[in-house]
C-alpha cells in the first residue's frame, strides 16, 4: 500500500517486488540509492511474463499477474495469492496486456485470434484457490478478432480517460484495434518486424508508431502512413520512447523528452535520438531552354540509323569471336579394344569384332543451347552414334560416349585424330555450336 514507486522483477519460478530506497549524501558524491525486498511469491509454474495494473478498478494499488508456460494465468494482490484460471485454447504463451478501460486482458490465443477477457469473468470463474488446481468453469472471451497470423506483441495506447487503442505487431501486418474489439486500419508490412512501440503524440492527437526491422532499420509511421526512416547501430529486441530529466552544471534542470531507448539480446541499452545535419549544399537553379522537337527528332533518327547499322555488321562477327571461348572440348580415345555391344553387318562366326571407345568432354564457361556433337569416320570405320544434340548446356560438364568399329572382318591399320572442329552458327541472333570430330587411319606398311 506504499504511495512510492516499487520495482517488480520475475524470475523463472518467482516473483519479488523490491522498494527504491534513497540516501541523501552529505557530500559531493551525491546521493546513494539501494533496493529494498518488499515481498515475495514462489510460484509453482514456470513463468513467461507478468502484467501490472489496478485490476478489479482498484484505486491507487496495482496488482500482479502471471502468464505461466502452460497456458495459466496468476493473481497476487500484492503480498497475497488471489486466484488462477486457465486460459482456453493455449499451446504456446503469447503477449498478454491489461485494458484499464474496460478492465479486462487481450491476449492471442493458439488459433491466431485476439482475445478479450473480463477481469471479473476471470475472478467469478470459480474452482480451487491455489496454483495447484485451474479447475472451474470454462471462460468464454468478451470479444474475439481474427488476426490470421502470429501475434509478436500487443502495446495499449491510452488516448484518455475512457478511450484506449490496441496495437498488435503481427508476423506481416500491423494491426489497431478499439478496446471493443474493433477494427481501425491494418498496415501490410514488406519486410520482417522484430519489435515495435506505438505512442500518443501530442497535441496533435496523432497515432505514432516506431517498428524496428530484421535489418535494423527503424521505420516510423503515422497510423499507416510511413513519415521517417533511420539505421540502426545495434539489433534490438525492444524499443521505447521515453522522457529523461538533465541536470545541467548549474543544477538547472531541463526535459529530455522523445529520446528512444534501444535494447539489444546482448544486454546492450542505447538512448538515441531522431535527428539529422543541415545539408550546407544548395542546389542550383534549373535553366530551362525551349526545346527544338525539329532537331530532337533529326537527332534521334540518326542514332537509329547509327544503331541499326551496328547490329547488323557486328553482331554476328562479335558472336562468332566469342563464343570460341565459350565451351572447352576435350577427346579421350581408349588405347583398349573391347568387344563391339552394337549390331553390324559382320556374320563370320568365332570372331569378335572389337570397338574403341571414344569419350567427349564439354566444359562449357557460359549457358549454350542446341549444341550438336558430330563424328565423323573415314570407311570401313563407323560410329555407333554419328550426331548428338545437347539442348541446353548449363555450367557443368558434358560426357558423351562413342563406339567406333568396322563394317567388315579386316586387320585394322592404326587410327589416328587428325582434327577436331568447332562452327559457330548464329541463328536469330543465338549462337548455335556443332563440334565434328573427324577419325581418319592410316596403313602401316
Known amino acids: 500500500g506504499s504511495p512510492n514507486d516499487q520495482l517488480c522483477i520475475l524470475h523463472p519460478r518467482s516473483v519479488a517486488v523490491y522498494s527504491f530506497v534513497m540516501k541523501i549524501g552529505a557530500t559531493e558524491h551525491g546521493d546513494q540509492s539501494r533496493l529494498v525486498l518488499a515481498y515475495e511469491h514462489q510460484l509453482r509454474r514456470s513463468a513467461f511474463s507478468m502484467v501490472l495494473g489496478p485490476f478489479g478498478g482498484v484505486k491507487g494499488r496495482d ?83 481474427n488476426l490470421g497470423e502470429a501475434a509478436l506483441d500487443i502495446q495499449v495506447v491510452v488516448w ?20 471493443n474489439g474493433t477494427l481501425l486500419f491494418m498496415k501490410r508490412l514488406e519486410y520482417k518486424p522484430c519489435c515495435f512501440h506505438p505512442y500518443f503524440l501530442e497535441p496533435d ?19 499507416t502512413r510511413l513519415c521517417w526512416s533511420a539505421q540502426l547501430i545495434i539489433a534490438p529486441i525492444a524499443i521505447r520512447r521515453a522522457t529523461f530529466q ?24 542505447q538512448c538515441c535520438y531522431l535527428g539529422t545535419e543541415p545539408s550546407l549544399f544548395v542546389a542550383p ?40 571461348r565459350e565451351v572447352k572440348v576435350l577427346v579421350n580415345v581408349n588405347s583398349q579394344l573391347e568387344p563391339c555391344p552394337f549390331p553390324h553387318n559382320i556374320e563370320e562366326q568365332g570372331l569378335d569384332i572389337p570397338m574403341c571407345r ?25 560410329v555407333s552414334q554419328v550426331s548428338h544434340t545437347i539442348v541446353s548446356l548449363c555450367d557443368r560438364s558434358h560426357i558423351i560416349a562413342y563406339g567406333i568399329h568396322g563394317t567388315r572382318a579386316v586387320i585394322w591399320p592404326t587410327i589416328d585424330v587428325i582434327s577436331i572442329a568447332i562452327e559457330i552458327a548464329v541463328s536469330r541472333r543465338f ?14 606398311l
Open 63 to 145: 496488482f500482479l499477474c502471471i502468464q505461466s508456460l502452460d497456458g495459466t494465468v496468476s493473481f497476487f494482490e500484492q503480498e497475497t495469492f488471489a486466484f488462477t484460471r486457465f486460459l482456453p485454447g493455449f499451446l504456446l504463451p503469447g503477449p498478454l496486456v491489461f485494458l484499464p478501460h474496460t478492465d479486462s486482458f487481450l491476449t492471442v490465443s493458439s488459433s491466431w485470434q485476439a482475445e478479450s477477457y473480463r477481469y471479473q469473468a476471470l475472478a467469478e470463474a470459480g474452482g480451487v484457490e491455489d496454483q495447484e488446481s485451474s479447475s472451474g468453469r470454462r471462460l468464454l472471451p468478451d470479444w474475439t478478432y
Open 160 to 179: 484518455s480517460n475512457s478511450y484506449c487503442d490496441i496495437v498488435i505487431l503481427g508476423e506481416r501486418n500491423l494491426f489497431c484495434l478499439k478496446d
Open 205 to 223: 492527437g496523432r497515432l505514432m508508431v516506431l517498428v524496428v526491422t530484421d535489418t535494423n532499420t527503424l521505420l516510423i509511421y503515422n497510423n
Open 246 to 269: 538533465a541536470v545541467k552544471a548549474s543544477n538547472e534542470k531541463s526535459s529530455m523528452s522523445g529520446v528512444v531507448v534501444l535494447l539489444s539480446d546482448s544486454g546492450e541499452l
Open 285 to 324: 537553379p534549373l535553366e530551362v531552354h525551349a526545346i527544338d522537337y525539329k532537331h530532337a527528332g533529326r537527332e534521334l533518327i540518326e542514332l537509329q540509323k547509327i544503331i541499326k547499322t551496328y547490329t547488323k555488321k557486328s553482331g554476328e562477327s562479335i558472336i562468332g569471336k566469342f563464343s570460341c
Open 358 to 382: 571414344v569419350s567427349v568432354e564439354l566444359i562449357p564457361h557460359a549457358p549454350l543451347s542446341k549444341v550438336q556433337v558430330s563424328v565423323i569416320v573415314e570407311p570401313p570405320l563407323t
Open 431 to 444: 549462337p548455335r555450336l556443332n563440334l565434328f570430330i573427324a577419325l581418319q587411319y592410316r596403313r602401316l
